[in-house]
């Protein structure tokens, strides 16, 4: 089962895309968890990677699909997997369409996490992350046992730089021009399903299930 997640930044598809590991066994691929991983081990991809994150730009494609093309090739991906955040433009949906290709595979599901940007800029100030382990709450949605505390490791939680009001707009920007036109693309393959993300987490991730077979 190869997924992919799209969806505006802030639209909960990192949520769905843990829950969709969990449920059916499969690895979570977040590129943008594998960058921030990098800027904490203060690598040369790292620090590439922050100087678009923090502006709220996408970081270039070369930097980005040989990453995710080695990554699933590797041996816990043979059931599948679900890529989260990956791809965001267009080249990138080619170079891994073209990719999998080769080994005689494809994308099973393109699911599209809708909710308008009114939401999205509301919702981007309410969330929050761990700076030890990258797990993601929000101050209404989902928060954490203990305000500002990790539930899984303890650590602080803290308002991300790309998640200040001034980079979300950008990154809706971004989203709208170079990531949106992936809805077509998927559409045009047959592998396209939308839900609807504006309802309660566990609503969405049903709605999802729905489309996956339980
Ligand atoms: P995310 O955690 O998925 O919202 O990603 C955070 C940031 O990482 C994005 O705003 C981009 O700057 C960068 N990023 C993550 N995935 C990609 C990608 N597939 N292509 C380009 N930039 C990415």
Redesign the pocket.
């Known amino acids: 089962m190869k997924i992919i997640m799209l969806g505006a930044?802030g639209a909960g598809k990192?949520t769905q895309a843990k829950k969709i590991a969990e449920k059916y066994q499969v690895p979570h691929i977040?590129?943008?968890?594998i960058?921030r991983a990098n800027i904490k081990n203060g690598t040369e991809l790292g620090k590439k990677?922050k100087t678009?994150?923090d502006q709220?730009?996408?970081?270039p494609?070369e930097l980005?699909v040989d990453l995710v093309v080695d990554r699933v090739a590797q041996d816990d991906c043979e059931n599948g997997y679900v890529l989260?955040?990956?791809?965001?433009?267009i080249p990138?949906a080619e170079s891994l369409d073209a990719a999998l290709a080769k080994v005689g595979q494809k994308v099973d599901y393109a699911i599209d996490v809708d909710v308008p940007d009114e939401n999205i800029v509301n919702r981007m100030s309410g969330r929050r992350a761990c700076v030890g382990c990258g797990a993601t709450y929000h101050i209404k949605y989902n928060p954490p046992k203990t305000e500002d505390v990790c539930d899984i490791c303890g650590e602080k939680l803290i308002l991300r730089d790309?998640d200040k009001p001034e980079t979300v707009l950008k990154?809706l920007t971004v989203y709208h021009d170079q990531t949106q036109p992936l809805i077509d693309y998927y559409t045009k393959s047959g592998v396209l399903k939308q839900v609807d993300g504006t309802v309660d987490m566990e609503d969405v991730f049903q709605a999802i299930v729905k489309i996956l077979g339980a």
């Open positions: 930044p990192g977040s590129t943008g968890d960058f990677a678009f994150m709220g730009l996408l970081v494609d980005v989260d955040g990956f791809p965001r433009t990138q790309d990154r």
